[in-house]
T-cell receptor, first 108, second 115 residues
Framework: GQNIDQPTEMTATEGAIVQINCTYQTSGFNGLFWYQQHAGEAPTFLSYNVLDGLEEKGRFSSFLSRSKGYSYLLLKELQMKDSASYLCAAIEDYKLSFGAGTTVTVRA | SAVISQKPSRDICQRGTSLTIQCQVDSQVTMMFWYRQQPGQSLTLIATANQGSEATYESGFVIDKFPISRPNLTFSTLTVSNMSPEDSSIYLC????????????FGPGTRLTVL
């Protein structure tokens, strides 16, 4: 099974940078996903890491260290619309196990 | 990506009744999944819906409570049986798209309230 930990909530100001950390313990690991979920909506795919290193996608970047069981999602140039829950999910075989999510609040 | 629809989008049901949720995808997919998201919590996998065979259930979920059908590669149903208020939750289906990162795309969810 999987044990996935991430902070419950974070607050930042518009234009700033926020880093959401995620640690995982798993018996088998095939990659790590980050999803964004706005209140009342379904999760939407943000990024995927399977190899160590940084994947950059516009304002969002995700990092993975397999040896440390650690990932982070970096949100740059924060906008009000980035206020949402961010879910870290590890994949074992074909199954996703989700962390509890980090609620990010962006303030003006 | 894939376009996924779910019916109903929300429902309010009485204790002891059952509700069947439908999930329709606009393309053929091999892997379909059903998740539950209880208020304020993250997603928990209920089962993998297998086409042509019984669903594969996760620990804590059983077929009698959550029967699943998968008659073809674009459609699946999840039934929440003999409901109690503890079943109040959002139920989401997802599909895995092969050829990319094998990421999962989620339907809009069904918000269920059991009185």
């Amino acid at each position: 099974g999987q044990n996935i930990d991430q902070p419950t909530e974070m607050t930042a100001t518009e234009g700033a940078i926020v880093q959401i950390n995620c640690t995982y313990q798993t018996s088998g690991f095939n990659g790590l996903f980050w999803y964004q979920q706005h209140a009342g909506e379904a999760p939407t795919f943000l990024s995927y890491n399977v190899l160590d290193g940084l994947e950059e996608k516009g304002r969002f970047s995700s990092f993975l260290s397999r040896s440390k069981g650690y990932s982070y999602l970096l949100l740059k140039e924060l906008q009000m619309k980035d206020s949402a829950s961010y879910l870290c999910a590890a994949i074992e075989d074909y199954k996703l196990s989700f962390g509890a999510g980090t609620t990010v609040t962006v303030r003006a | 990506s894939a376009v996924i629809s779910q019916k109903p989008s929300r429902d309010i049901c009485q204790r002891g009744t059952s509700l069947t949720i439908q999930c329709q995808v606009d393309s053929q997919v091999t892997m379909m999944f059903w998740y539950r998201q209880q208020p304020g919590q993250s997603l928990t996998l209920i089962a993998t819906a297998n086409q042509g065979s019984e669903a594969t259930y996760e620990s804590g979920f059983v077929i009698d409570k959550f029967p699943i059908s998968r008659p073809n590669l674009t459609f699946s149903t999840l039934t929440v049986s003999n409901m109690s208020p503890e079943d109040s939750s959002i139920y989401l289906c997802s599909v895995e798209i092969t050829g990319g990162y094998n990421e999962q795309f989620f339907g809009p969810g069904t918000r269920l309230t059991v009185l």
